[in-house]
């Protein structure tokens, strides 16, 4: 497991909630009730390569999709774990074989701790700042999940917003 670098100038995408797009970068969403890789309390920032990713990822399953703000980030981080063409099981552990499983299912459900957030666990504990993956909801799509609290200062994951058009703080959705 070598770390790669997401960048210099790599562009993804994430749909964000509307009343949630003054905090593109924060992680706070996915700190709140845990994500694939993150339990709850730990800020990860989850983007996709493509749009179209990026939509399924932010429709989950749902018929009708909700109101949403398509961002553009523009992407440099060293120190990144690229999963997203399957995992070397001499490499890491074969509970990577389980990164498709359904989390949300495992955690609220059934009340257990899904494996993928063990996984996060000790990729953060190890220092790596990211993992690309395969998206599952997506066939074809690859995410990038960024785990806030690795990224050092030479590190950006930034919006795309030269116009200033992206809200400035949650007064226009009260």
């Not at 800020?43 to 999709?65: D, F, H, N, R, W």
């Not at 890491?92 to 701790?113: T, V």
């Amino acid at each position: 497991m070598t770390p790669t670098r997401v960048g210099p100038d790599a562009i993804l995408h994430r749909f964000h909630s509307p009343d949630w797009a003054h905090l593109p970068t924060s992680g706070a969403g996915a700190a709140a009730n845990g994500g694939r890789f993150n339990r709850p309390g730990v800020e990860a920032l989850y983007l996709s390569v493509e749009p179209e990713t990026a939509l399924a990822e932010y429709q989950q399953g749902a018929t009708i999709t909700p109101p949403a703000t398509l961002v553009a980030y523009r992407v440099d981080v060293e120190g990144v774990v690229d999963f997203s063409g399957g995992y070397d099981p001499t490499a890491w552990p074969d509970d990577w074989a389980e990164a498709g499983c359904d989390w949300k299912y495992i955690a609220r459900i059934e009340r257990r701790n899904p494996t993928t957030w063990r996984i996060g666990d000790a990729l953060i504990r190890s220092g790596v700042k990211g993992v690309l993956f395969p998206s599952y909801r997506h066939p074809g799509g690859t995410n990038l999940v960024l785990f806030s609290a690795n990224l050092g200062p030479d590190d950006r994951a930034a919006p795309h917003d030269p116009a200033g058009k992206l809200p400035r703080d949650r007064r226009s959705w009260s």
